[in-house]
């Protein structure tokens, strides 16, 4: 379908420590042609630089990347390999970062065509036509066994090690993403967030809020007030994005949250 107009993303992100966690580890950012999120882990206070991090890095594309003639795949993967150095360098000069990683779901955006990278459990979610399709895939443990026919996604939700996740930026290997391209559609609603609102909140209640719910902002703040009222056990970040705004309707300025902000805030 071509778009013959410019069309922008109307953007909104919140990120919740949730009740039982004393600090946030995770990370969030929206723009106007960037959406990130990143749930970091490690003992110290290392899932918080780990998700700061990464969430920094992919934000930096807004300033060095030109408006036109961008491949897209490309950029998220020199970012991700980048972070994955980084967290390498850090663990490696600071012994209680050792054990830090994070991961990393992102979307960059040229107008009509957007980039997906990602890599761990956090997730992002597509509403189009009255449907809502998850459009990332789970690095956990649970899901490899859900892909190889060994247990169900029911199993899954109630699986003792359903936290297990396989893949992440941790420091080692060149981090590895899945990535893929594809075209945007005006109506199309983006959610990006962590497990600590999937975990807690079904898909059902998520397609009811994103399709009732008109305002980005107030979808987030809805869906971690939902997250927090089951029981809140992780941090909560939300990231949600409608496309198909005239270019210009959204926000004026890039939105952070969580660690990312907070860690900026203290320096």
Known sequence: MALNQPLALRYAARSDVGVRR???EDSG????RLLAI???????????????????AVAALD??????????????????????????????????????????????????TFALAHVGDSRAYMLRDGALYQITH??????????????????????????????????????????S???????????LCSDGLTAVVGPETLFNTLTEVADPDEAARILIDLANRGGG???ITCVVADFGAPAGAGPAAPIIVGAAVERRLAL
Do not use: C, F
């Open 138 to 179: 789970d690095h956990t443990l649970v899901q490899s066994l859900v892909d190889e026919g060994r247990i169900t996604p029911e199993q899954a939700a109630e699986h003792p090690r359903r936290s297990m996740v396989l893949r992440v930026l941790e420091g080692t290997g060149d981090g590895e993403l899945d990535l």
């Open 22 to 24: 004393e600090a946030n």
């Open 181 to 191: 391209l594809r075209e945007a559609y005006p109506e199309d609603r983006y959610l």
């Open 233 to 235: 056990p992780d941090n």
């Open 63 to 112: 300033e060095s990347l030109p408006a036109d003639g961008v491949d897209l795949l490309a950029a998220l993967k020199d970012v991700a390999r980048d972070v994955n150095h980084t967290l390498r360098e850090m663990s490696e000069q600071d012994p209680t970062l050792r054990g830090m990683g994070t991961t990393l779901t992102a979307m960059l955006w040229d107008g009509a």
């Open 38 to 56: 990143a749930d970091g882990m490690g003992g110290h206070a290392a899932g918080e630089v780990a998700s700061s991090l990464a969430v920094t």
């Open 29 to 32: 950012y929206a723009s106007a």
